[in-house]
T-cell receptor, first 114, second 113 residues
Framework: DAGITQSPRHKVTETGTPVTLRCHQT?????MYWYRQDPGHGLRLIHY???????DKGEVSDGYSVSRSKTEDFLLTLESATSSQTSVYFC?????????????FGEGSRLTVL | GENVEQHPSTLSVQEGDSAVIKCTYS??????FPWYKQELGKRPQLIID?????GEKKDQRIAVTLNKTAKHFSLHITETQPEDSAVYFC????????????FGTGTRLAVRP
């Protein structure tokens, strides 16, 4: 498995609280992504990054922000969590843009917002 | 934007039979079509992919076909085994949208022993 870890792996929080999920890679891959997985919706892209301090929005970015201050770390922040953000979040990395190569996923972070 | 539809949502087959999962995409400029397998409680992993200049690709018991004219592609699994039981996701990528992958909604395949 590619060297990619997510933390925390499980989190329960209350509506309105801030939450940060961390993705750490040891592969030195340029591209990093955050997806959420929900039944009936598959995997949907939240935000992605082409490199340090270079990020862009995906299809479901409302309510989320990201930061990438180092190549190896990509943080996903929910400024004020809502119940609709209860989901499993996957970080992914790729050496090249996804039009050309494989996405390697982390193990996922299960977030429950009460 | 890109839209990817995947069918069926669930599929149950007898061990040894074949399974076929179909996907359609909306943008004719799509050029890369991977398939990911996700076992229960695990991360998605790439099992096979195909590019728009190829019509078919095989890897042992799995194959993918692409029909660019009809804008659909399919995953074929032959001689299914219990370990093939998983959720399968198709995806499509379009260079003009920054190569971001759009995933289908997934197919839960159950192989009955």
């Amino acid at each position: 498995d590619a060297g990619i870890t997510q933390s925390p792996r499980h989190k329960v929080t209350e509506t309105g609280t801030p939450v940060t999920l961390r993705c750490h890679q040891t592969e030195n891959h340029r591209y990093m992504y955050w997806y959420r997985q929900d039944p009936g919706h598959g995997l949907r892209l939240i935000h992605y990054s082409y490199g340090v301090k270079d990020t862009d929005k995906g299809e479901v970015s409302d309510g989320y922000s990201v930061s990438r201050s180092k190549t190896e770390d990509f943080l996903l922040t929910l400024e004020s969590a809502t119940s609709s953000q209860t989901s499993v979040y996957f970080c992914a990395i790729s050496e090249s843009s996804t039009g050309r190569g494989e996405l390697f996923f982390g193990e996922g972070s299960r977030l429950t917002v009460l | 934007g890109e839209n990817v539809e995947q069918h069926p949502s669930t599929l149950s087959v007898q061990e040894g039979d074949s399974a076929v999962i179909k996907c359609t995409y909306s943008d004719s400029a799509s050029n890369y079509f991977p398939w990911y397998k996700q076992e229960l409680g695990k991360r998605p992993q790439l099992i096979i992919d195909i590019r728009s200049n190829v019509g078919e690709k095989k890897d042992q018991r799995i194959a993918v076909t692409l029909n660019k004219t009809a804008k659909h592609f399919s995953l074929h699994i032959t001689e299914t085994q219990p370990e093939d039981s998983a959720v399968y996701f198709c995806a499509a990528s379009m260079r003009s949208s920054g190569d971001k992958l759009t995933f289908g909604t997934g197919t839960r395949l159950a192989v009955r022993p």
